[in-house]
């Protein structure tokens, strides 16, 4: 195996420049190879399956695709798969798709251009090697590298939520069409003008596509709406759910009702609390401990079973207590820890972790309280007159959007210095995991509207910008940018990307991006970038309150 890998996908890329010999993450060389390589063959996918002679109406086949590409994309985001097996067999899958398609459009006489991603056929002997010459630094034009993996971790993105909605039966083609069509652009187009139209494109459709994934849950679940979360702990044993994935842990709920246990969300499972159809079930006891990256501490504590539905994992120590009970599901894995598969049928069998439960002690109770969440936009509407008669008579002054990620970088901190220094009469908005940072502060309420509006997961970042355009009707603007709404937002991966694309699409300007900028903007599309929408860093608390006018 070659010992050298480059990523630069995260937040947290090693020097702000790239990780070049193992990750910060943890992923090792092979492990981003084999991502590497499996993205080579998605973009051949993508080249094929649009081929002008592909006639889309004879695939009956294409919504599977769909379903692989998506599942494959969502596999290489940051902190979701570390297990080179799942992707290399993910690999061995998308060479027989591409070569399935290609037979289909040489059938009909035509001749294929000579690209090295329609004919490379290798075996898994000659994976790490040939991946060696397809990664991110295959391109040597730093700018056109910048916007192939601005739109490439977009369509990531965008992918994981479309994997959400897909499993709640919501599946959308002309999304599912387009992220075929723009991994075919990312292969053969070096056009800067046609990339960045792309790109802007891409945001479009993240709009979409969150759309979508919150109509899934939203009918499915019902709602979102306020909602007290213990944080504390019961006396029995329980099974602790991290990740995104609502059909899991409804699944689980539902096979567990009577079992004895209780289940507890982490990190972005949070949400599911706000769910009328979710909270309704008695043994979702709480949520346990913050965001992802402090698991491996909470996870100690937390005695049971622990089931990843996506990212984010960080591998654990050497001699970490909890290896041997956790699980994984959909496109996350991890050498050495069970995954569960569905049936054809969307059905998992979570029997195994609710019988593991069973023999472990309960949690050990790390903190007590509650935390208040559950301001989706529908929430938020049914509030929208007490909320405008608050910004009319200057109770609120400010919104202060401060949705995104969360980390374990020691420069976060700033977010929750930010939060805790913005003046009395400023309402944090939030979403994602960006608001461990800050929804345990004691920030206190303004004429009974809290001072932290927790919309729920990064996805529900669309539930803000709802929020923001319904503000906008109801105080008569033209101009999305006029609102009293400022923008600090914190990424971490990818999913923030598509998160920030959407927003851009939607008009919203001068957004700030912290704690770093990303490492994949080359100095020339930053500008672009800060010349068109007015993104820029963050730089300390003082100076930044004052920035926004604050
Ligand atoms: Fe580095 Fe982030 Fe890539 Fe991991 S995902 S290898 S931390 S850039
Ligand atoms: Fe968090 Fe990984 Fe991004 Fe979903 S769980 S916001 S970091």
């Not at 596999?75 to 570390?82: E, G, H, L, S, V």
């Not at 499915?220 to 909602?227: S, V, W």
């Not at 202060?400 to 210095?417: F, I, L, P, Q």
Request: charged share 25%; proline share 3%.
């Amino acid at each position: 195996m070659n010992e050298k890998m480059f990523c630069f996908q995260c937040q947290e890329t090693a020097g702000c420049v790239g990780c070049k010999i193992s990750g910060v993450c943890g992923k090792n060389p092979l492990v981003a190879h084999a991502q590497d390589l499996l993205i080579y063959m998605l973009k051949g996918i993508g080249v094929i399956a649009n081929h002008k002679t592909c006639d889309k109406k004879y695939c009956d086949n294409r919504k599977k695709i769909h379903a692989f590409v998506n599942d494959s994309l969502f596999c290489t985001i940051t902190n979701a798969n570390f297990d080179v097996e799942s992707i290399y067999s993910r690999i061995d899958k998308a060479l027989e798709i591409r070569n399935w398609f290609k037979e289909r459009v040489l059938s009909k006489g035509v001749t294929l251009p000579k690209l090295d991603v329609l004919e490379w056929n290798g075996t898994r002997e000659q994976y790490d090697e040939k991946a060696m010459t397809v990664g991110v630094l295959s391109e040597n034009n730093e700018d056109i590298r910048s916007l192939k993996e601005l739109n490439m971790y977009g369509l990531k993105g965008m992918a994981a939520y479309l994997e959400h909605a897909s499993r709640l039966g919501f599946v959308d083609g002309d999304i599912n069409e387009y992220i075929l069509q723009t991994l075919g652009l990312i292969m053969t187009c070096n056009d800067a003008d046609k990339l960045t139209a792309s790109v802007l494109k891409t945001g479009e459709m993240g709009v979409s596509a969150m759309a979508l994934l919150d109509k899934a849950n939203t009918t499915t679940y019902g709602n979102p709406e306020i909602t007290e979360v213990n944080i504390g702990v019961g006396t029995r044993p329980g099974i602790l759910v991290s990740g995104h994935d609502l059909n899991d842990i409804q699944q689980l709920l539902e096979q567990s009702q009577d079992a004895g246990i209780d289940i507890y969300t982490h990190s972005e499972m949070l949400p599911t609390h706000y769910y009328p159809k979710l909270k309704r079930y008695s043994h979702l006891k709480g949520n346990y401990g913050n965001a992802w990256w402090k698991q491996r501490e909470e996870f100690e504590s937390f005695n049971g079973p622990i089931l990843f539905t996506t990212n984010c994992i960080v591998p654990p120590t050497a001699n970490a207590s909890y290896k041997d009970r956790v699980f994984t599901t959909n496109s996350t894995g991890f050498p050495g820890w069970k995954h569960i598969v569905a049936d054809e049928n969307g059905r998992k069998d979570f029997s195994e972790i609710i019988a593991l439960a069973k023999t472990c002690q309960s949690p050990k109770e790390i903190e007590t309280g509650k935390i208040v969440g559950g301001f989706a936009h529908n929430q938020v509407f049914a509030l929208a007159d007490k909320v405008v008669d608050a910004v009319k008579n200057g109770a609120i002054r400010k919104f202060v959007v401060m949705a995104g990620c969360d980390g374990r970088m020691k420069n976060r901190e700033y977010y929750t210095e930010f939060a805790k220094a913005l003046p009395k009469d400023c309402v944090i908005l939030t979403a994602g995991c960006a608001k461990y940072k800050y929804n345990k502060l004691d920030l206190g309420d303004i004429g009974g509207i809290p001072r932290v509006l927790d919309a729920g997961q990064c996805n529900d970042s669309y539930s803000l910008a709802l929020i923001a355009l319904k503000l906008k009707e109801v105080f008569g603007l033209d101009d999305i940018n006029k609102l009293p709404v400022v923008y600090n937002i914190a990424w971490y991966e990818q999913k923030a990307v598509i998160v920030l694309l959407a927003l851009l699409s939607l008009g919203v300007k001068n957004i700030h991006l912290g704690p770093t900028l990303p490492a994949f903007l080359s100095p020339n599309v930053a500008k672009v970038l800060v010349e068109n929408f007015g993104i820029s860093g963050i730089t300390t608390v003082e100076e930044d309150l004052k920035i926004f006018g604050i």
